[in-house]
C-alpha cells in the first residue's frame, strides 16, 4: 500500500508556472505507475499525466501536451509535474495517483488508479 500527500499548488498568473510535487510513503513506490488528474469545478475528474514505474514512458492529455511534464525521482520517492504556460482553463484540483502492480492500468482512466492523495488546489488567474 501508498500514500500520497502533493503539494505546490497556489495562485498563479495566466502563463505563468508552478511544480507541483507527490510524495510517496512505502518501499515499493518504484513498482507503481504513477498519475497526475485533476477536477474542475462543476466537472469530472480528468487525466492529466502519468509515468511509468521506471520513468521510461510518459504519458499527457492533449490539453498540456507542450506545457506541462512529469518526472519521477524512485530515490525520493517523489513524483511531480512541472506546468508552464498556465491557463485559467487548468484551474482545478490537482491529484497525484498510483497504480498498484500487476492491476491493469489504462493511464486516462481514473478508476484505474488504486491510490489517491488529498489533492491541491491550482488556480490560474486572467
Known amino acids: 500500500q501508498v500514500q500520497l500527500v502533493e503539494s505546490g499548488g497556489g495562485l498563479v498568473q495566466a502563463g505563468g508556472s508552478l511544480r507541483l510535487s507527490c510524495a510517496a510513503s512505502?518501499?515499493?513506490?518504484?513498482?507503481?505507475?504513477m498519475g497526475w488528474l485533476r477536477q474542475a469545478p462543476g466537472k469530472e475528474r480528468e487525466f492529466v499525466a502519468a509515468?511509468?514505474?521506471?520513468?521510461?514512458?510518459?504519458y499527457y492529455a492533449d490539453s498540456v501536451k507542450g506545457r506541462f511534464t512529469i518526472s519521477r525521482d524512485n530515490a525520493k520517492n517523489t513524483v511531480y509535474l512541472q506546468m508552464n504556460s498556465l491557463k485559467p482553463e487548468d484551474t482545478a484540483v490537482y491529484y497525484c495517483?498510483?497504480?498498484?502492480?500487476?492491476?491493469?492500468?489504462?493511464?486516462?482512466?481514473?478508476?484505474?488508479?488504486?491510490?489517491w492523495g488529498q489533492g491541491t488546489q491550482v488556480t490560474v488567474s486572467s
Open positions: 495517483a498510483a497504480d498498484a502492480p500487476s492491476t491493469p492500468w489504462r493511464v486516462g482512466v481514473p478508476d484505474d488508479y488504486d491510490y
Open positions: 512505502g518501499r515499493t513506490f518504484s513498482s507503481y505507475g
Open positions: 509515468i511509468s514505474w521506471s520513468g521510461g514512458s510518459t
